[in-house]
């Protein structure tokens, strides 16, 4: 019998070696980002989510350097 493919949970992928190695050599802390995508979901939950409600700092631009 054939089983259809499941995708693996957060926790799985997080727990993944090659996930953390990436997150390692891109310098995301997992305590961090599970904080952020906690939070996101609690926003989503209370519908509190859009673009009005996203804190984002800004990009240097080339004369700020």
Known sequence: MLRPCRQPSLADAMADPLIQALMRADGV???ELRALMRET???IELGSYGPQSISMRAAPTADQH
Do not use: G, S
């Open 29 to 31: 802390d997992p305590a």
């Open 41 to 43: 979901a609690r926003r």
